[in-house]
């Protein structure tokens, strides 16, 4: 609800003018800084009488003096027929610049106030300031929310680039926006009179002393009065003896006599008018130039936050299947969530959501960030569809789930069932969908179906599930999704290497031409037109006619900049699509997409690497070596059964040490007298490896399971000395793992 109601609509709704607002407000803030530098400042014990007097002996027609909180004073004179107008130096009473403010100030007021359209513009630009408000208030309780409490507004964060930085200029920036907002509505509100704070002038005096021409440094009021305390002071008319000085400053207003400087009346300024000269000086920086930058600065992150915030809306509107005759929240009999990162698992909601509103019932389909269990009025029952991703990670569309269900009571006589979505050569089977179902048992949530998994979107393993849903409603379910599977392009083999023959394990590594990305992908810096070392290839085997293959996922040895796409397979016994690819000659073509895996990028920091790889697991550590131009830290631990059959990429590795992008190779060889395996590596060079974590290394893996698992047992005695974990390193993003 506070998500889609209070800020992704009003913020895709507003996001032009709310942009326009930010950013001409954040040019309008540097003027005050000018301004203040080049205004000369008055004495700190100059009176308001003597300015008076200075001013009035270089311009003896003068009719007024104004005083602004930046400490700026202008004053207006009639002389020999003519208007004058000047900036003063307070010093010497003399004009020293004009008055008014240069084109291109003018015209950027008349955007920011008024939209250059009067009175309709200004309520325009108030509804923008409105939207601004109801976006920082909506988007400050998101954070909390996403970071797991207000206390953790600066914690870690997680997740998509684009989210995290939306989330991370959000929440520096948003106390200064809603500032701005808060002071904006207010200042409009005061200008249609809406405030009852409009500084009230006594009436003016009914009487005067009718004399006239006292100096105004004699006079009593003006002779106590600081420059700095000066709004404005309009001087009479000298030939009229009931005419009288009309004085504002910032405490009140009245008049003086111009004969005798005595005090004819006087209020005091209100506590609103007081809090809106406040707001004002904040708001436009005059008189708070450094503050009014400091604003300024916050608003230019309003045009980041309206493209990562729209590209966020756009990625998950695309990544969305149409569910039709989706049944509101409140109404649905069933609701169905979904945590989904690359979009397969919406299509099998879909599915579900057909089958379920065909047997009569209402159903709701939501991503899994949406949950929010007050909403569910009329729910028998919730259905839980959910990917696991990395280690056991939640996918994007389930972010926050599990603190929001830690947070939410359990609804009672509303039953759940968690079904799995996942890919059992992935160490952490269906992990997060495990995680859940726990968590609602503990949460003392009533179980619809024992938990169940889909292994590499089954069709098969969800129809058994359907079944086993429709048994327990009552219901005849047969639920029929052939997944469908992205876009693939044909990608045309240009080179291969050999290794492996003498070890019985074939293996190539595979160059394909890079294919040319369409115009969305360009666009969009997706599929062939954005892809780096370690993300994947997945592959589409060829298989009997008229059967939908699923396909194989191998790591990327290189990234779209290197200008090919390479991948190292060994030929599984018994493989499908290893058999298929290692029997590839150059020239001829498979169909393939990428799969982005995230989080196995090497990422853009200083600090070292630690790869670990083994066997064909080098090849995404390989593909990282050779993009690492800036020459970042990187140790290369490789481990490989026989240097004169398996060591693959040798030469490249030689050149990469020699021109610095790889700072040092240690091979572990297995076959041979005495077996040494990359773990006996690590433990063997412990003090090195230390050193580096210690200095802020990152530890990716890659490679079988079991090496993995001995990599990891390595490295927890490696660690114990300086009192760390690989759960630690793992929890900080510092260990990663992509294991087969
Ligand atoms: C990079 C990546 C990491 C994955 N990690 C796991 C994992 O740790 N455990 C698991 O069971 N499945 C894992 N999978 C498999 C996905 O969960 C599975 O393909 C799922 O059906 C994808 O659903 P989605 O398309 O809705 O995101 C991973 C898939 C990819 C591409």
Redesign the pocket.
């Known amino acids: 609800m506070i998500r889609v109601l209070l800020h992704r609509w009003p913020g895709l709704a507003g996001l032009l003018l709310v942009t326009l607002l930010a950013v001409s407000g954040a040019a309008l803030s540097v003027y005050p800084a000018i301004e203040r530098l080049a205004s000369p400042q008055a004495a700190g014990g100059l009176s308001v009488g003597d300015l008076a007097a200075r001013v009035q002996a270089e311009y003896p027609g003068v009719e007024q003096i104004r005083g602004a909180p930046s400490g700026r004073i202008t004053a207006w004179w009639f002389q020999d027929g003519t208007p004058g107008a000047a900036v003063i130096d307070p010093a010497t009473g003399q004009g020293v610049a004009p008055v008014d403010a240069s084109p291109a100030e003018r015209w950027l007021v008349n955007l920011h106030r008024q939209l250059f359209a009067g009175d309709t513009g200004r309520l325009v630009m108030a509804t923008g300031a409105g939207v601004m408000l109801l976006l920082c208030a909506s988007g400050a309780v998101l954070i909390a929310r996403r970071m797991g409490g207000w206390r953790r507004w600066f914690g870690r964060t997680r997740g998509r680039l684009a989210a995290r930085l939306h989330v991370e200029m959000a929440r520096i920036a948003v106390a200064g926006l809603a500032l701005s907002a808060l002071t904006a509505l207010w200042m409009t509100a005061s200008t249609f009179g809406l405030l009852p704070d409009q500084a009230r002038a006594p009436l003016f005096p009914a009487t005067t002393s009718g004399q006239t021409g006292i100096a105004p440094n004699h006079i009593a009021a003006l002779a106590d009065l600081p420059v700095a305390a000066l709004r404005d002071l309009s001087f009479p008319d000298p030939t009229d003896p009931t005419d009288a000085f009309t004085l504002k400053t910032d405490r009140g207003a009245g008049y003086l006599d111009q004969g005798t400087g005595e005090v004819l009346a006087w209020t005091d300024a209100q506590t609103l008018s007081r809090v809106t000269e406040t707001f004002t000086m904040l708001h436009t920086g005059r008189g708070a130039a450094v503050i009014g930058l400091v604003l300024g600065l916050m608003a230019l992150s309003v045009p980041a936050l309206a493209v990562s915030g729209f590209a966020l809306w756009l990625a998950g509107w695309r990544a969305r299947p149409r569910i039709r005759r989706n049944a509101s929240a409140s109404r649905a009999e069933t609701v169905i969530f979904v945590g989904?990162?690359?979009?397969?698992?919406?299509g099998f909601a879909a599915t579900l959501h057909r089958a379920l509103s065909e047997a009569g019932q209402s159903v709701h389909v939501a991503p899994m960030t949406a949950f929010d269990p007050a909403r569910y009025r009329a729910a028998k029952r919730l259905l839980i569809l959910a990917?696991?991703?990395?280690?056991?990670?939640a996918?994007a569309s389930a972010k926050g789930f599990i603190e929001r269900l830690e947070h939410a009571p359990a609804l009672s006589g509303v039953p759940v069932a968690v079904l799995?979505?996942?890919?059992?050569s992935?160490?952490?089977?269906?992990?997060f969908a495990d995680e859940v179902a726990q968590l609602l048992t503990a949460k003392g949530w009533t179980e619809l179906l024992p938990p169940d998994a889909?292994d590499?979107?089954s069709p098969r393993d969800f129809a058994r599930w359907g079944r086993a849903l429709g048994r327990t409603l009552g219901l005849e379910l047969e639920l029929v999704h052939q997944p469908v599977q992205p876009a693939t392009e044909a990608l045309t083999l240009v080179s291969r290497r050999d290794y492996g023959a003498q070890v019985q394990a074939p293996t190539a590594i595979l160059r394909f031409a890079l294919p040319r990305a369409g115009f969305w992908q360009r666009l969009t810096r997706r599929g062939f037109a954005q892809f780096q070392a370690g993300d994947?290839l997945a592959v589409l085997p060829e298989g009997a006619p008229g059967v939908a293959p699923m396909p194989r996922?191998y790591s990327l040895a290189s990234g779209s900049r290197d200008g090919f796409v390479e991948i190292v397979v060994r030929k599984q016994p018994g493989g499908l699509c290893s058999g298929q690819l290692v029997a590839l000659e150059p020239g001829s073509t498979i169909r393939a997409f990428i799969?982005p895996?995230p989080?196995?990028h090497s990422g853009h920091g200083r600090a070292p690497l630690i790869l670990i790889g083994a066997g064909t697991g080098i090849g995404p550590l390989a593909g990282m070596i050779r993009a690492n131009r800036r020459a970042r830290p990187v140790h290369l631990f490789f481990g490989l059964r026989a240097r004169d059959s398996d060591f693959f990429f040798a030469e490249e590795l030689a050149g990469w040490q020699r021109d610095g992008r790889l700072a040092r190779l240690t091979t572990a060889t297995s076959r041979g007298p005495r077996p040494y395996y990359v773990q006996d590596a690590l433990r063997h060079e412990a003090a090195e490896v230390l050193a580096m974590i210690r200095s802020g290394a990152r530890i990716m893996v890659c490679g079988g399971r079991a090496m993995a698992e001995g990599v990891t047992a390595a490295l927890t005695d490696i660690l114990a000395p300086a009192g760390l974990t690989p759960a630690v390193l793992k929890a900080e993003g510092r260990y990663v793992e992509d294991v087969f």
């Open positions: 989904s990162e690359a979009g397969s698992t919406w990917a696991t991703y990395g280690d056991g990670m996918p799995g979505f996942g890919d059992h992935f160490p952490a089977f269906c992990a889909v590499r979107q994947l996922l799969r895996n989080g196995f």
